[in-house]
């Protein structure tokens, strides 16, 4: 079965730092979705990315998948206080049953 | 377009209790997960439905949980009787078949004490 390892499992930065989350697979992705999550509640979709060396913008947000789609990167540009939350990302089965398997996430506490 | 809608947004039950969820899909997606998401950690499925037939429940511990999906669309999932362990989130999501979920709900918090 896929397993997806993110690091770190928990970031603090002061406003208008960057930061990067990574995410490794231990087997090839077909399809690789990035998702925020405030404690306790659902999961908001960000990104999907599918081919190798993939990136994908919005906002202050960047997703890339690597050439050989084991892993992947969410870089956050100028850090704000709403960016704060937990970060998970996930790993499409490419299976007849399409599910996704998660990591464990990590979580983003931005300083004022 | 709507989203993906659950109730309650939150439930505290005591253990032994039991306590079920609801979920109405996106209009049109046939296929509908559950998911239990046990605070820091990341979900993880417990059943897929494809319209009102089952596609994987190999996670679901059917002892003491049920899901069904009568007639294709809204969903509800039950816990009885109810664990401390069973604390946690659950979310619900949808897609078009032969699609990943990329919809979730905003998921109910459930508390057993």
């Known amino acids: 079965s896929q397993e997806l390892e993110q690091s770190p499992q928990s970031l603090i930065v002061q406003e208008g730092k960057n930061l990067t989350i990574n995410c490794t697979s231990s087997?090839?992705?077909?399809?690789l979705y990035w998702y925020k999550q405030k404690y306790g509640e659902g999961l908001i979709f960000l990104m999907m990315?599918?081919?190798?060396?993939e990136e994908k913008s919005h906002e202050k947000i960047t997703a890339k998948l690597d050439e050989k789609k084991q892993q992947s990167s969410l870089h956050i540009t100028a850090s704000q206080p709403s960016h704060a939350g937990i970060y998970l990302c996930?790993?499409?089965?490419?299976?007849?049953?399409?599910?996704?398997?998660f990591g464990s996430g990590t979580q983003l506490t931005v300083l004022p | 377009e709507a989203g993906v809608a659950q109730s309650p947004r939150y439930k505290i039950i005591e253990k032994r209790q039991s306590v079920a969820f609801w979920c109405n899909p996106i209009?049109?997606?046939?296929?509908l997960y559950w998911y239990q998401q046990i605070l820091g950690q990341g979900p993880k499925l417990l059943i897929q439905?494809?319209?009102?037939?089952?596609?994987?429940d190999s996670q679901l511990p059917k002892d003491r949980f049920s899901a069904e999906r009568l007639k294709g669309v809204d969903s509800t999932l039950k816990i009885q009787p109810a664990k401390l362990e069973d604390s946690a989130v659950y979310l619900c999501?949808?897609?078009?078949?032969?699609?990943?979920?990329?919809?979730f709900g905003q998921g109910t918090r459930l508390t057993v004490v």
């Open positions: 209009s049109g997606h046939a296929t």
């Open positions: 439905f494809q319209n009102n037939g089952v596609v994987d």
């Open positions: 996930g790993a499409d089965n490419s299976g007849s049953a399409r599910q996704l398997t």
């Open positions: 087997k090839t992705l077909y399809g």
């Open positions: 990315l599918q081919k190798g060396g």
């Open positions: 999501a949808s897609s078009f078949p032969g699609k990943a979920p990329a919809f």
